[in-house]
């Protein structure tokens, strides 16, 4: 009999060596100071630590709530074609009922303006959309759901390359999308890299002279425009600080005196924007007078910003750069610049560019964050390296070839990032963007270019932190509640079935402790709902004990001796253990199927501790019966 036994200790012995092995990273963790994590968070220890503990979920870590909101807006707004002041009217109409209330069903308010309005939407849509207002309508809805599906998609990726575990996204009715990030505190840096469209563009940027013709091309619109009235009563209404900026001959004005001329519009009692203009160009070239020349590119006052972002988006300002097939656009971030008086000042860059991309980020198919190498242009420096597709590495070959000793700008959301010159024909793909602030913003940018574009703006509207001292309250409550149930239980099988109950006990602890083992093994994240499943899986592993010892005291009461009452008990046990147990692992896998956050964390403890009580309860209390059955030559049971 021993030697049957003995590969049932090889068994149990490697099976508890290997939950030992796996739960103790978990211990050394949970014993860790703050100090000491500091310590091997410098050492870059930690990172590999934390990768074999337990994970906790938002409910028990704390983290990040987010509640994201697709734009249909301008969803809708892309899709069409020759639109007017009308049919952007009619979207603005249903944007400001929707947020009148939040309930609305965007595309029956928008089916409602079209009908109040008589706009004749099909000339905004090409014949794919269908003819009918019923048909458009049922098209914009289809196109939105593959939208949301896509950014539900994307943000996963997104998340999962950020390195958070077992997060939440999933949709909540026909727009808004909630998304749970346990243990991340850095909520900048979080919404950044949920919101970025990740729209990566590849533009030409238009000649020295061209730029210089656009100029005072808008230089003529605004002097005589009768928007500039409408547009000084805006800035009126900022109430920004007027704080004088010394730089070269120029002179800090209000928007108010620099187009009063052109505006006639009698200003009174108003505290007017303060912009940075040379006196010397004012008259003549309005818009010029705003910039200043950094080079070979034209530099914009960080106090400037506001008024040539409004100028650029008059109606009549736009016409001109569309009918030339430009843009202009402005760099990430401001620089600092020297001027004549010792001091700085903060000046973003603008870029005249083509009107349309040669290539966009959807050709992308690697991004990887690094430190520009020595003597590169940008060594030391936070960089992306980009590898194209082929169908993109042949497009790149054509550009870059095609326009050698032309400047070429890496935008990213609109932003121009840098604008180097293209030196020479590039055939592999491979290319860098530089210019960020650090290395988090340049792996965030990474992740969001392999993940790919969203297709359509998000906005949040919602936001919640849940601290850690949240998150520690739930362990404690959870906790006390684990132990008081698994107190009684263990005090319950001692007096009922004492020898048995003892080691039926023993078996319970041990189940818990291997649950905790598959958790850290699979790298799963144990949530408030997974607490709760330890529980029931408590209750389950009892269960079996029971209906296994009820067998053997009928079988002991029919006269047979103890082993043969233990076999023959857990004989006719197993059948009814497997078939309850089998039921609730099923409803566990439709949870885990179905299921998102904590629901799949309650769904992968309560499969996995189902399991595990099985075992032990079918194989590891039967060795210890039969041992002491065996080796000690039992005449009665103590049950």
Not at 400 to 416: A, E, M, Q, S
Request: net charge negative; glycine share 6%.
């Amino acid at each position: 009999m021993k030697n049957k036994l003995t590969p049932r200790y090889i068994i149990i012995a490697l099976v508890l060596v290997w939950a030992v092995y796996a739960i103790w990273p978990t211990v050394q963790y949970q014993n860790l100071s703050a100090d000491e994590i500091e310590t091997m968070r410098e050492e870059g220890t930690l990172k590999n630590l934390e990768s074999k503990i337990i994970k906790q979920g938002l409910d028990l870590k704390g983290g990040i709530y987010i509640v994201l909101e697709v734009d249909l807006q301008t969803l809708v707004s892309n899709l069409a074609i020759n639109k007017d002041k009308r049919f952007e009217q009619a979207l603005n109409n249903v944007d400001a009922k929707i947020d009148e209330d939040s309930q609305l069903d965007f595309f029956q308010v928008f089916q409602d303006e079209i009908n109040s309005t008589d706009l004749r939407i099909h000339r905004y849509f090409d014949v794919d959309f269908g003819r009918s207002l019923d048909e458009i309508i049922v098209s914009l809805r289809d196109q939105a759901d593959d939208a949301i599906n896509r950014v539900l998609e994307i943000l996963q990726n997104r998340v999962d390359q950020f390195g958070v575990s077992e997060p939440t996204i999933q949709k909540q009715g026909n727009r808004r999308i909630i998304v749970e990030l346990a243990g991340i505190q850095d909520s900048e840096r979080a919404r950044d890299l949920l919101q970025s469209t990740a729209l990566l563009e590849f533009i030409l940027i238009k000649s020295p002279e061209l730029t210089n013709d656009m100029l005072l091309r808008i230089d003529k619109v605004i002097k005589g425009s009768d928007e500039l009235a409408d547009l000084t009563q805006e800035t009126d209404t900022k109430n920004i600080e007027d704080t004088p900026v010394p730089v070269s001959e120029d002179k800090t004005i209000s928007v108010r005196d620099l187009f009063t001329d052109q505006a006639n519009q009698a200003l009174v009692d108003t505290t007017d924007e303060a912009v940075v203009v040379d006196l010397n160009l004012v008259e003549d070239r309005p818009f010029s007078s705003l910039l200043r020349a950094l080079g070979n590119d034209i530099g914009v006052p960080e106090k400037n910003i506001y008024i040539v972002k409004k100028i650029l988006a008059m109606e009549d300002v736009q016409f001109k750069l569309d009918a030339a097939n430009g843009q202009f656009l402005l760099s990430d971030a401001p620089e600092s610049f020297s001027n004549i008086d010792g001091g700085t000042e903060k000046m973003y860059r603008m870029f005249y560019l083509e009107g349309e991309p040669e290539l966009t980020g959807g050709v992308v198919e690697k991004a990887s964050a690094t430190i520009g190498g020595t003597g590169s242009s940008a060594s030391g420096q936070s960089i992306v390296l980009l590898d194209m597709n082929s169908e993109g590495a042949r497009t790149w070959s054509r550009v870059t070839g095609g326009n050698i000793g032309r400047r070429v700008g890496i935008v990213l959301d609109k932003k121009v990032h840098m604008a180097p010159v293209i030196r020479s024909k590039i055939s592999d793909g491979g290319t860098m963007i530089e210019g960020f602030a650090n290395m988090d913003e340049a792996k965030d940018i990474a992740i969001v270019l392999r993940a790919g574009a969203l297709p359509v703006p998000v906005d949040i509207i919602e936001e919640r932190i849940v601290g850690p001292s949240l998150g520690a309250d739930s362990i404690a409550k959870g906790t006390q509640s684990v132990l008081i149930g698994l107190a009684l239980v263990l005090i319950f099988m001692i007096v009922y079935y004492r020898m048995f109950g003892l080691i039926a006990d023993f078996a319970l602890i041990w189940n818990i402790i291997l649950v905790l083992a598959v958790l850290a093994t699979l790298d799963a994240t144990l949530t408030l709902p997974g607490i709760a499943a330890i529980i029931l899986t408590v209750g389950m592993s009892i269960d079996s004990n029971v209906i296994i010892f009820e067998r053997i005291r009928e079988e002991q009461r029919k006269g047979k001796t103890p082993r043969a009452a233990i076999d023959a008990g857990y004989d006719r046990a197993l059948t009814t253990i497997i078939d309850a147990n089998v039921t609730t692992l099923v409803a566990a896998l439709v949870l885990y199927q179905f299921g998102t956050g904590p629901i799949r964390g309650f769904a992968t403890v309560l499969f996995w501790g189902i399991v595990i009580s099985m075992f032990t309860a079918i194989f590891v209390t039967r060795t210890i019966l039969n041992t002491l059955t065996e080796r000690r030559g039992l005449k009665t049971l103590s049950i």
